[in-house]
């Protein structure tokens, strides 16, 4: 047997391990099988990181948080919602990554996408660890002064666990800058410090950076531009199908506007929208930002160019690139043939995970460059870096400067991810690229600092 095939088993036995070590996490088994699936070629060629317990310390989080959220809503009935806190990896720095507020968050989800945000941190650069949270707390019509009650319920437990130095989260789904503003309060209020450092996506003129709404958003944009600049081509003139409405939809549809793209189409959970004439951002900020609206809403006030569609799949809109959006899994095997067939040229994941493992196979079969989400969407947590830094000095960035080092950051992860996928004989596949530059980066430092 060679050493990749030796490595390869011994990589399978520990994939085993980890199903038996956490059932029912069906999303973060999905990230643990996509990330090691990937790594054979590196631990075959650099036997240090086959040394036991390395990857087991990897996959198992240095520390899991869960606690009770009660709350009392505007008519006085208590609710009882449960947060949760995972700090997987601060070997690179202190933990980092966002808060979810959503019905469908479990611990296995904010497993995944803490797991994901290691390997994301890493390729970033910056000194930044891994960590996820969040809540089953859904804010859909929910009042104000509900939110803000619960934020600061979630928060009376969290502060203990957070800090400038240990753990900074940010939003994410559900989560926005008006939570930000009521988590940010009440830390302050508890600890009596103001730290703008423990928590990043603040509002602008109390340690917000600015470009961090839209960095996500833009970074996803300017990785899917180069991956279309290493095949000759520019975003200048393509279409575009874009999934979800919120901050990470939103300003990638902003930015493809801003190059010369024009994307056709944008969606919520109850259906999505084509907009012919492309999407109007302005609008779209309007109905989702301001009014905390639906998609629905955006097509009846946009005129005969738009049309909402209820339930239906976005994908089936046919465009030269896909950048979905939303959330996990909203991209399968299904919907990927369909891009296919409709002469998609690239995707590149705005969301965490949106596309399946069998959507990513297919595409990249089929020669769609693919970026995946820990690349794609990495520039949304360096700008959460760069706030961090600049509360630091206290000081505050021009949005010029701070959009310049985004772009900086996003074309450094393209060419890391590039020349990785290259340099381990997958030449194009930024999926193995992006694997092994951030467990490279990762892995390494946990070997420098010990068992521990
Ligand atoms: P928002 O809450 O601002 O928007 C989420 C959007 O996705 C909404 O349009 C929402 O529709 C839709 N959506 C959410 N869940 C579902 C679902 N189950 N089915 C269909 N549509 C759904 O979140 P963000 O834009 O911040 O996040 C979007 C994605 O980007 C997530 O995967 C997140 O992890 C990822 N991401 C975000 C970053 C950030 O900086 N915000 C950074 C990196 C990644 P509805 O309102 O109907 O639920």
């Excluded at 933990?95 to 507020?101: Q, S, V």
């Excluded at 390997?119 to 019509?141: Q, R």
């Excluded at 000759?232 to 549809?253: F, K, P, R, W």
């Excluded at 381990?424 to 999926?431: F, K, Q, R, S, W």
Aim: hydrophobic letters at 40%; proline letters at 4%; glycine letters at 12%.
């Amino acid at each position: 047997m060679t050493t990749r095939s030796v490595t390869r088993t011994t990589l399978d036995h520990l994939l085993t391990e980890i199903e038996h070590r956490n059932p029912a996490q069906p999303e973060f088994l999905q990230a643990a099988h996509e990330v090691l699936e990937t790594l054979a070629p590196v631990v075959a060629a650099r036997p240090e990181y086959a040394e036991p317990g390395l990857i087991e310390r990897l996959v198992e989080p240095e520390r899991q948080v869960l606690f009770r959220v009660p709350w009392q809503d505007d008519k006085g009935r208590v609710h009882v919602n449960r947060g949760f806190r995972v700090e997987f990896n601060s070997a690179l720095g202190p933990y980092k990554g966002g808060l979810r507020f959503h019905p469908s968050v479990n611990l296995g989800v904010i497993k995944f996408l803490g797991f994901e945000q290691i390997f994301k941190n890493a390729l970033t650069g910056l000194g930044i660890g891994g960590g996820k949270g969040g809540s089953d707390f859904d804010p859909h019509g929910r009042s104000d002064a509900e939110v803000m009650r619960f934020c600061q319920s979630f928060m009376t437990e969290l502060h203990r666990h957070i800090g400038e130095h240990t753990d900074v989260p940010a939003g994410d789904i559900g989560v926005g800058g008006r939570e930000i503003g009521y988590l940010f309060g009440q830390y302050r209020r508890i600890t009596n410090r103001w730290e703008a450092g423990v928590l990043t996506g603040k509002g602008q003129g109390w340690g917000g950076s600015l470009i961090r709404p839209e960095a996500t958003g833009y970074g996803s944009v300017l990785f899917a531009a180069a991956m279309l600049r290493e095949r000759g081509e520019d975003l200048e003139g393509q279409t575009a199908v874009v999934s979800g409405s919120g901050n990470v939809a939103i300003y990638t549809i902003e930015k493809l506007a801003a190059l010369g793209a024009n994307a056709v189409t944008c969606s919520d959970s109850s259906g999505y929208v084509v907009d012919e004439k492309g999407v109007d951002v302005e609008l779209l900020k309007q109905v989702k930002e301001v009014e905390r609206g639906r998609v629905d809403t955006y097509a009846e006030r946009r005129g005969s160019s738009a049309r909402f569609v209820p339930g239906g799949s976005v994908w089936d809109v046919p465009a030269d690139l896909a950048l979905p959006s939303a959330t996990q899994n909203e991209l399968d095997e299904n919907a990927a043939a369909t891009l296919v067939r409709n002469g998609v040229k690239a995707v590149s994941e705005g969301a965490n995970m949106p596309a399946t493992p069998e959507a990513v196979h297919l595409l990249q079969k089929a020669g769609v460059a693919f970026g995946p989400g820990k690349a794609a969407n990495a520039g949304g947590v360096a700008v959460s870096a760069l706030e961090m830094a600049q509360n630091h000095a206290r000081t505050s960035w021009t949005a010029a400067k701070v959009e310049e080092e985004l772009a900086d950051i996003m074309n450094n992860i393209h060419t890391t991810c590039h020349e990785t996928a290259e340099r381990y004989d997958a030449p194009g596949d930024y999926v193995t690229g992006a694997n092994i530059a951030g467990f490279e980066r990762v892995a390494d430092a946990m070997l420098a600092q010990g068992v521990i």
